[in-house]
């Protein structure tokens, strides 16, 4: 075994880098370990990546709510409902673009979470249309679908609600640092 790293050694005798770095080298290595590195590009570019899933995933839910050819929308029930459904669907709009709004790090975990829930929502609305469909005259389905909407409000208040408090909670951090 010795004499295996002899040989080794012998035959990359002369082949080492053994050069001194340049005057400072040292030093200026060790301001850039105090001074940080500069972040991962990746890190600069997920504010606009979530951005644009959040968007994507938006444009989704107004796609499968408005152009569901499987199931029957609450609105074709009446004009009433028509009025209810369309009252409910600004309404949720405004929230979601109110919630974006408010996305940054801090809130991002909190706005995918509620956003998973409204998807959730969303898939058993669409089962609802279904239901409605081959009964139109049970209302019982018709009150699911309004529940349904107003749980996604419900949703989206609670998320908001829980912004405010991050928001709060980082405010009250900053000033007792600072």
Do not use: C
Request: aromatic fraction near 10%; avoid cysteine; proline fraction near 2%.
């Amino acid at each position: 075994m010795q004499d295996n790293l002899e040989n080794i050694f012998k035959e990359l005798e002369n082949q080492f880098d053994v050069e001194e770095p340049n005057i400072g080298h040292f030093k200026r290595f060790e301001e850039k370990l105090h001074n940080g590195t500069k972040p991962n590009i990746f890190f600069k570019l997920w504010p606009f990546i979530a951005v644009a899933a959040s968007i994507i995933l938006i444009f989704g839910i107004w796609i499968g709510s408005s152009f569901s050819n499987s199931g029957m929308e609450l609105a074709k029930v009446s004009s009433e409902m028509d009025e209810t459904q369309n009252y409910f669907v600004a309404t949720i709009e405004k929230e979601l673009k109110t919630i974006e709004k408010e996305r940054n790090i801090d809130t991002e975990q909190i706005i995918n979470d509620g956003l998973q829930q409204l998807n959730k929502l969303e898939t058993q609305y669409q089962a609802l249309t279904f239901e409605l469909k081959e009964s139109t005259a049970d209302k019982r389905i018709i009150y699911a679908m309004i529940a349904n909407f107003q749980q996604r409000i419900e949703v989206l208040q609670s998320l908001l609600i829980q912004i405010e408090d991050v928001k709060q909670l980082k405010t009250q951090h900053n000033e007792k640092y600072s």
